[in-house]
């Protein structure tokens, strides 16, 4: 895959963005630096990272 945007995070920030480009039609890569997401999350965020 050729990005035309890299994402840099996969917090609820980057995820958000990376869908909504993805939505537009952008070629988009996601990149984390630790493994999974949203591992802080334990309430409102589980659930809006889930429909991510
Ligand atoms: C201790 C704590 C507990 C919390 N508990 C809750 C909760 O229970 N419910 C709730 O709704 N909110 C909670 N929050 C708030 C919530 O975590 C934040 O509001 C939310 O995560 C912010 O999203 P973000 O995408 O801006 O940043 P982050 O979630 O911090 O995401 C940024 C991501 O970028 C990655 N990253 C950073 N630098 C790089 C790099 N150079 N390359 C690749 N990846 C990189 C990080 O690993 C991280 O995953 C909590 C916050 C803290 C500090």
């Given at each position: 895959?050729?990005?035309?945007?890299?994402v840099?995070?996969?917090?609820?920030?980057?995820?958000?963005t990376a869908?909504?480009?993805?939505?537009?039609?952008?070629?988009v890569?996601v990149?984390?630096?630790?493994?999974?997401?949203?591992?802080?999350?334990?309430?409102?965020?589980?659930?809006?990272?889930?429909?991510?």
């Open positions: 895959m050729s990005a035309e945007v890299i840099a995070g996969g917090g609820p920030v980057g995820l958000a869908a909504l480009l993805d939505a537009a039609g952008a070629q890569e990149f984390e630096r630790d493994h999974g997401t949203g591992r802080r999350s334990k309430s409102s965020y589980q659930r809006i990272l889930m429909c991510l």
